[in-house]
Nanobody, 121 residues
């Protein structure tokens, strides 16, 4: 059973920064992809950032150069550094991981519990 433990959320003023952490219960090198999504009550879950195959980073439209995803394999941890935060960044941020089985069609998704990020104007 894979567990993803998130931390780093909180309240910050507009223009400020936060760094989110997601620590996995096992080697993050075993995942095909790891990253971050966010969700508000009135919007569907939205991709924020993802690392695919351990090295290729992709960002959602909302990042707009303000966010950076990174990882520390030794700590089994993926990070999301957020800067120049705006009130519209307020959301619950979820860590996720994707593992593929031997068969290409076998996929396993894992989610963290979410961490609240609130940006005040």
């Amino acid at each position: 059973q894979v567990q993803l433990v998130e931390s780093g959320g909180g309240l910050v003023q507009a223009g400020g920064s936060l760094k989110l952490s997601c620590r996995a219960s096992e080697s993050i090198a075993s995942f095909y992809a790891m990253g971050w999504y966010r969700q508000t009550p009135d919007k569907p879950r939205e991709l924020v950032a993802v690392i695919v195959r351990g090295s290729n980073s992709r960002y959602g439209d909302s990042a707009n150069g303000r966010f950076a995803i990174s990882k520390d394999n030794a700590q089994n941890t993926v990070y999301l550094q957020m800067s120049a935060l705006k009130p519209e960044d307020t959301a619950v941020y979820y860590c996720y991981a994707l593992r593929k089985g031997v068969a290409e069609e076998d996929e396993y998704d894992y989610w963290g519990q979410g961490t609240q990020v609130s940006v005040s104007s």
